[in-house]
């Protein structure tokens, strides 16, 4: 099916019949897994449904050693499957999707996968073809510096998948190539870039700052009464220029500023959801025992774009105010912007 007709199909289904999809795409060890289980909690697990498109890899890590090429590479993939699925999810329909476990590197039995009113779908090349991105509300592209991404690569494939540096090192330099022409070519046709790296001149253990690309392709929230002289030290917005060379908004986001400031910006943002709460726990959260308010201000503005997308699936306008999570909820906070995201 053309893109173009599968953009229509979905944008012409009844209201309430379809979720809204959100892709977030990026290389290996880029931080997509992260900043999406921050999302899935705080939307709440009964109203998204969350996958990967790494599962459509067409052979197994074992088949993969004599190849020409790496997972990184259309032709490594299952394209026309996971284009055929999205579209289906895009429609409100389920599908048998595939699975890979990444520990063995095995292709296992396939499952049933539901959509729910929200689904984030990220991985390596969710928005490789026309036809797949003709699937998403939003788009998000992940883009830390490639010291940076191989530094947290490593770090993870040695602490959680059973692998040597020196091993992770040379997958890294055979995949170069197929990163380079397949993954950072979706980077352009994101609505929102995302790149976390320290500030050049300050130092690392101050945390990671963030650099958030807007781009116009997408209605961004108007943040006027964010960005004022009070909340400078933890959030400010510049004009630049992009890689092709158009100008496009960079919210600057600082992992210096202090917690109050930090604060004010996360409470301004989530007051324009209408929420009458505390911001959920999960955003923000790297790892256990770990945080990161840049973060948690990032995934506060995709919960915006998701919140305005339901609104738009459902023709509803403007929002009536959440409702009360239900007696004995363990996990109110969450339960209240599942409401709102909801609506």
């Known amino acids: 099916m053309p893109h173009k007709q599968a953009l229509l199909r979905r944008l012409t289904r009844p209201a309430g019949h379809r979720p809204v999809m959100l892709a977030i795409a990026g290389d290996s060890a880029a931080g997509k897994s992260t900043l999406t289980r921050g999302l899935a909690e705080a ?5 998204v449904a969350w996958m990967c498109v790494d599962d459509y890899h067409r052979y197994d890590r074992e088949e993969r050693r004599g190849l020409p090429f790496t997972p990184l590479h259309p032709a490594c993939n299952y394209m026309e499957v996971m284009e055929q699925h999205l579209q289906l999810l895009a429609m409100g329909e389920p599908i048998l999707k595939p699975v890979y476990d990444h520990h063995t590197g095995k292709l296992v039995r396939p499952e049933l996968f539901v959509p729910a009113e929200h689904v984030i779908v990220e991985g390596l090349l969710p928005l490789a073809s026309p036809l797949s991105r003709a699937c998403f509300d939003l788009t998000v592209y992940l883009d830390p510096p490639e010291e940076l991404r191989r530094a947290w690569k490593v770090r993870r494939d040695t602490r959680d998948r059973g692998y040597r540096d020196e091993e992770v090192l040379a997958e890294l330099a055979r995949r170069e190539a197929d990163a380079a022409s397949f993954i950072r070519p979706q980077r352009q046709y994101a609505d929102i870039v995302v790149r976390f790296a320290p500030i050049e001149g300050r130092p690392v253990s101050e945390g990671l700052s963030t650099t958030v690309l807007l781009r116009p392709t997408a209605p961004h929230p108007d943040l006027s009464t964010v960005l004022t002289e009070d909340t400078r030290e933890a959030i400010h917005l510049k004009l630049v220029r992009d890689l092709d060379g158009k100008p ?3 919210l600057h986001v600082h992992a210096y500023a202090s917690p109050e400031k930090s604060a004010a910006v996360k409470a301004a943002i989530w007051g324009a959801l209408g929420v ?10 790297v790892e256990p025992g770990v945080r990161s308010e840049p973060l948690a201000i990032v995934q506060l503005l995709i919960l915006y774009h998701l919140v305005l997308a339901r609104r738009t699936h459902d023709g509803s306008g403007e929002s009536a105010p959440p409702a009360e999570p239900p007696t004995g909820e363990p996990a109110a906070n969450a339960a209240s912007v599942a409401s709102a995201v909801a609506r």
């Open 43 to 47: 939307i709440g697990s009964e109203r």
């Open 248 to 250: 496009v908004d960079a």
């Open 276 to 285: 009458d709460r505390e911001p959920p726990p999960s955003l923000g959260l």
